[in-house]
């Protein structure tokens, strides 16, 4: 429209100018004879069209002419028409350059909505006061109503409607204090019954093997429960519970060793293995992993076997709970280099005559 309007503008100037030289009298018969060409449409015709264009010209032309002109023009439309063209004209230029503002407060960030989404999700007895106060104590300025209106936007409902707890998040929030052993059976090439006891810890899943007999006794499981309290203490750990099943080989000594240091027995279910669902978890993994694939010659090749594997199941093996790392080794950092993913180059190693492989990258 503009260069239509450019042009047309040209166009008129020009015309302007080629009257400079013309003479009142035939300047008078030229506009008698517009005049009058103009009723021969105006009789035939129905009601014209105007575009943007044609009224902006028409409305810059005639608005300096007062009314009582207007009205003995012969023109298209009526004298009322082109004053209000002009109007519009006049408002359109007013609201182009001097806009009004965008009220209200600027929109909120989308880091900073991402933050309070994320302090929503974490927290669950957080309400948007409780957010926006953790928001000024980090230094951003935001209103409470502004995070009151993220967590609406987002279908997140107030704090005590999300206040209700899963087994998940509460076991999540409780696998630092909490243990859990168990014994499992396994047999040698000759029919031997062995017996293993084994730890693991619920946070880290670290695995503790403490031992290995073909009789169990009470002086035995004792000993175990000492060995695995000194464990603890050089390790720092700050569990408070111990989840085991009812089998007999737990003796009272055994429960009141645990609890003189503070380590409170959880007894499961009868017949309920899903109490201690990651020890049995871990059982299976051994099983299937170590034990269904290696011949056991007798007691002290089992202690090595589970030695091995107990190494290789806290340093290597990857775990899902830990987001594929190993409880006792982080994940290292991710190849970027181009260069270093086209040329990788990984060594193999062998635990146990090959049942067990760890993979690393050459030094």
């Known amino acids: 429209m503009l ?98 503002k965008r009220r209200g407060r600027p929109p909120t960030i989308r880091s900073i909505r991402a933050l309070v989404l994320r302090l929503a999700r974490e927290n669950s007895s957080w309400g948007y006061r409780r957010i926006h106060g953790e928001l000024a104590a980090l230094g951003i300025k935001v209103a409470a109503s502004a995070v009151w209106e993220i967590l609406k936007e987002h279908g997140i409902p107030p704090a005590p409607e999300r206040q209700s707890t899963t087994w998940a998040d509460f076991l999540r929030g409780q696998a630092g204090a909490l243990l859990a052993c168990d014994f499992f059976e396994t047999r040698t090439l000759l029919g031997a019954h062995l017996y293993v006891f084994a730890v693991i810890e619920h946070s880290t899943r670290r695995i503790r093997i403490l031992g290995a007999t073909a009789h169990p006794t009470s002086q035995w499981v004792v000993q175990l429960g000492r060995n695995l309290l000194m464990d603890l203490e050089d390790a720092g750990s700050k569990a408070r519970f111990l989840i085991r099943d009812r089998d007999s080989k737990f003796t009272a000594a055994f429960d009141a060793l645990l609890a003189d240091t503070g380590l409170e027995i ?34 002290s090749h089992l202690l090595h076997a589970l030695r091995e594997f107990e190494t290789f199941y806290n340093k290597h093996r990857p775990h899902r709970a830990l ?41």
Request: positive net charge; glycine residues 2%; proline residues 7%.
């Open 3 to 100: 260069l239509r309007l450019a042009y047309l503008a040209a166009t008129n100037a020009f015309a302007f100018l080629r009257l400079l030289p013309v003479s009142d009298r035939d300047k008078d018969i030229e506009i008698l004879a517009l005049r009058h060409q103009l009723l021969i449409p105006q009789r035939q015709a129905g009601k014209p069209a105007f575009t943007d264009t044609d009224r902006a010209i028409l409305a810059g032309l005639l608005h300096h002419l007062p009314m009582d002109k207007l009205r003995n023009f012969l023109l298209l439309v009526r004298p009322d028409t082109i004053m209000r063209w002009h109007r519009n004209l006049l408002k359109r230029r007013h609201a182009a350059t001097c806009a009004p």
């Open 266 to 299: 959880v007894k499961s279910g009868v017949r309920m293995p899903r109490m201690n669902s990651i020890m049995e978890r871990w059982i299976q993994t051994c099983k299937r992993e170590l034990l269904d694939r290696t011949l056991i010659w007798n007691q």
């Open 323 to 363: 987001s594929q790392a190993a409880p006792l080794r982080p994940l290292p950092h991710p190849l970027d280099e181009p260069a270093q993913i086209r040329h990788l180059e990984v060594h193999r190693r062998d635990r146990l005559s090959g049942t067990l492989h760890e993979y690393h990258h050459a030094a």
